[in-house]
T-cell receptor, first 113, second 115 residues
């Protein structure tokens, strides 16, 4: 069964710290991997998309890496801010999955001022 | 990126009733997806809706409970039928993005509470 796991489930850090969120997936045959942000009671905002042929993507203070062979991705957030507080979701489009995404359970991040 | 709107944004419904959720996209898209997010959980795909054909449902979801319409390339509806408290969730529609078809974009969600 194709599954996506995120660790930790929750993380609390002081403002200014750099942090890493982890995502693992059970099948290395992926098409791409996408990181989302979800604020409480809201929809999802796409942060970064990594194609299976890529190793990393960067957007501002965010950097996402992909190691397909080990079934892992990380989201690195530099110089965290209270406004970064949200739930971060990792989603994988597995090869042959007809374009739908399989989501991890998310990491709830709190950045303390 | 695609701009997606959903109606209603939230609703409180009585057990046994039905609610239809609308999803509108600002551009034509081939595939639209409906997800459910139960309280404290991640997203689970309900079905994939293509224009001009019947929706494809994931395991555990059936058309009688979650009928879907897709009358054109910018619009879809999801109905939650004969609701029970277990249907209380956020329901989200999503589309493959334009111009990057690989990126999936999500609507703001419909928060449903069933009493």
């Amino acid at each position: 069964k194709q599954e996506v796991t995120q660790i930790p489930a929750a993380l609390s850090v002081p403002e200014g710290e750099n942090l890493v969120l982890n995502c693992s997936f059970t099948d290395s045959a992926i098409y791409n991997l996408q990181w989302f942000r979800q604020d409480p009671g809201k929809g999802l905002t796409s942060l970064l998309l990594i194609q299976s042929s890529q190793r990393e993507q960067t957007s501002g203070r965010l950097n996402a890496s992909l190691d397909k062979s080990s079934g892992r991705s990380t989201l690195y957030i530099a110089a965290s801010q209270p406004g970064d507080s949200a739930t971060y979701l990792c989603a994988v489009r597995f090869s042959g999955s007809a374009r739908q995404l399989t989501f991890g359970s998310g990491t709830q991040l709190t950045v303390l001022p | 990126s695609a701009v997606i709107s959903q109606k209603p944004s939230r609703d409180i419904c009585q057990r046994g009733t039905s609610l239809t959720i609308q999803c509108q996209v600002d551009s034509q898209v081939t595939m639209m997806f409906w997800y459910r997010q139960q309280p404290g959980q991640s997203l689970t795909l309900i079905a994939t809706a293509n224009q001009g054909s019947e929706a494809t449902y994931e395991s555990g979801f059936v058309i009688d409970k979650f009928p879907i319409s897709r009358p054109n390339l910018t619009f879809s509806t999801l109905t939650v039928s004969n609701m029970s408290p277990e249907d209380s969730s956020i329901y989200l529609c999503s589309v493959d993005g334009t111009p990057r078809a690989d990126t999936q974009y999500f609507g703001p969600g419909t928060r449903l509470t069933v009493l």
